[in-house]
């Protein structure tokens, strides 16, 4: 799960000062250095070895054996002249000499031809290699009583409640994720994991009380997912951008249908004084950065390569929705020693969970926005909280935080019957066991916590931490694409311990923790095989994980 991002989790950056011989001018440049390993606890389970679609990543690594050995390198300069105009610029570099070329261990058939990892698999997860990330100008403007900022380049912006995941939020989509270096590089800032976009975005401070807020991109830039065959993938073997079969053999994948640039957004936010929060309002209307339906099969032929078995031939691609529209309002503030957010927003023309696949399709509809899959209105939510606990007999300090993510269904707008769920009216389709299905329901709840207690100064320099993270699906399935909500009864759980000291001006810290998934399993009727689902189909891949990073 690339999707979790806690704010004061991470190592925060010691900035390095340039002296640039101006008081007028300021200059710094962060760097973090960060080493990541993780090794494998658990057994290959033998029925998810065999299960299409998962065992390419489940046979990548076998138990104890090393599944990631990365350095990434993370650097960032501003300059700033007079505070009211300046520059910033980031890139990261990373390399993994563990990880293979190809995969020698798959059980089924492989989603890349010969097993071998492509160009773009070998750039991301092995390395060396580098990019560049933030690059935009800003400045910050006095127009009459009001004052404005505005920045112009590659940023990334996402305003909000959110403290886990924002796929329920007002900003989701607003800027393209880095799920692969969240899973690959465990101890990444939100810096680094969301990925920036060309854009054009504006702060007008109105009054003390009103602010206005806006963007229009001027690029479309996609999100990026752990991809399929490789060990932290969660999204199955045949996505996204390095598998190229879809079917081994027989459906080779082809350049994705992805969006546009021109997504505008305009947020107005409130902070009365006879309140101790903040108001805020949006309206949006976007291209989804995030694939709606990763496999989108255009079968022009079938073949039988055995009796009785009939597959596809012909090609796919992945989709990205076009023209969702957002309306929605948010609020923070303090509740019983909590701060607490909530997001409340409507989605039009929003992709849902779409199965199925299409008949012989002419090339010449290949950008018929009808084959874009299921769509409909949706409505999300999400209420965040965290509070700061005190000295007591059991530790020195610590911090709760705390998301409850909730997603319903109010209808489906087009292309129906390639809904994933019982509404799509298509018959025997989710008619019973609608979880251990896969099947998306009207209505889904999920629920993030995040315990960290902490012991300061246990030895000179040096305080011990506990961060403990689970992730619990509390009710049925999501029916709106890329939520990043957990399905019902599935969970993951990550428990570890945190060293950090201080020599001089430098701070080391310390990370080892354990991570385990799970979720439901059973018998479908008329079947003999047990069925895994959701997170259950990841049940085997424990791992422990190691992270030192410092920055300087």
Not at 28 to 35: I, N
Not at 384 to 393: D, E, I, M
Not at 492 to 520: C, N, S
Request: with cysteine.
């Amino acid at each position: 799960m690339g999707t979790l991002s806690l704010a004061g989790l991470c190592l925060p950056a010691l900035a390095f000062k340039i002296d640039a011989g101006s008081t007028d001018l300021a200059l710094s440049l962060d760097t973090t250095v960060r080493y990541n390993a993780a090794m494998r606890t658990k057994d290959q389970e033998p029925a998810l070895m065999r299960k299409f679609g998962i065992g390419g990543g489940d046979s990548l690594f076998d138990k104890n054996e090393l599944a990631l050995s990365r350095l990434d390198l993370y650097s960032e300069f501003d300059l700033a002249y007079k505070g009211n105009l300046g520059l910033r610029i980031s890139a990261s570099a990373w390399y993994d000499h563990n990880f293979p070329d190809r995969n020698p261990n798959v059980v089924t058939s492989s989603s890349y031809p010969g097993n071998e990892f492509n160009g773009y698999v070998k750039r991301y997860y092995q390395g060396p290699s580098a990019e560049f990330l933030d690059a935009f100008a800003w400045g910050n403007f006095k127009l009459g009583s009001t004052e404005l900022n505005l920045k112009a380049g590659r940023l990334a912006w996402l305003p909000g409640e959110f403290l886990m995941s924002n796929g329920n939020g007002l900003s989701y989509s607003m800027a393209p994720a880095d799920g692969q270096k969240g899973d690959l590089s465990p101890g990444a800032s939100a810096k680094e994991t969301a990925l920036p976009i060309a854009q054009l975005a504006a702060t007008w401070q109105l009054s003390p009380e009103l602010t206005l807020l806006g963007q229009t991109t001027l690029e479309f830039r996609s999100s990026r997912i752990s991809e399929g065959g490789t060990f932290f993938n969660a999204q199955g073997d045949t996505v996204l951008r390095g598998p190229g079969f879809v079917v081994p053999g027989t459906v080779r994948r082809i350049d994705a249908f992805e969006g546009e640039k021109g997504d505008i957004g305009v947020g107005l936010k409130w902070t009365p004084p006879w309140s101790d929060g903040a108001f805020s309002a949006w309206y949006r209307k976007f291209d989804d950065k995030n694939p709606s339906w990763p496999n989108q099969i255009y079968a022009t032929a079938f073949i039988s390569p055995a009796p009785g078995v009939t597959l596809p031939q012909g090609t796919a691609r992945a989709v990205y929705a076009k023209d969702i529209e957002l309306i929605g309002v948010a609020y923070n503030g303090v509740l019983a020693s909590w701060s607490t957010g909530f997001e409340l927003n409507r989605r039009r023309n929003m992709p849902l969970n779409t199965t199925g696949l299409y008949g012989s399709i002419p090339r010449a509809t290949v950008n018929d926005p009808t084959l874009e899959g299921a769509r409909g209105d949706t409505w999300h939510a999400l209420v965040s909280g965290v509070r700061t606990l005190n000295k007591n007999p059991l530790f020195d300090s610590g911090v709760i935080v705390l998301q409850l993510d909730y997603t319903r269904l109010e209808k489906i707008t087009k292309n129906a019957a390639m809904f994933n769920g019982a509404a799509s009216g298509v018959a025997n389709r989710c008619v019973d066991n609608e979880v251990l299905r896969g099947c998306s329901t009207k209505d889904a709840l999920s629920i993030g916590a995040v315990f960290t207690p902490t012991w300061q100064q246990v030895f000179p320099s040096m305080d011990i931490s506990m961060p403990l993270v689970a992730l619990y699906g509390l009710k049925g399935v999501a029916a709106a694409q890329n939520t990043s909500m957990v399905p019902e009864k599935s969970y993951l759980f990550k428990g570890g311990a945190r060293l950090e000291w201080v020599i001089g001006r430098m701070k080391h810290q310390f990370d080892l923790a354990y991570t385990t998934r799970g979720g439901p399993t059973g018998v479908l009727p008329g079947q003999t095989a047990l069925t895994h689902t959701g997170l259950a189909n990841f049940r085997d891949r424990n791992y422990v994980s190691f992270t030192y990073q410092t920055a300087f």
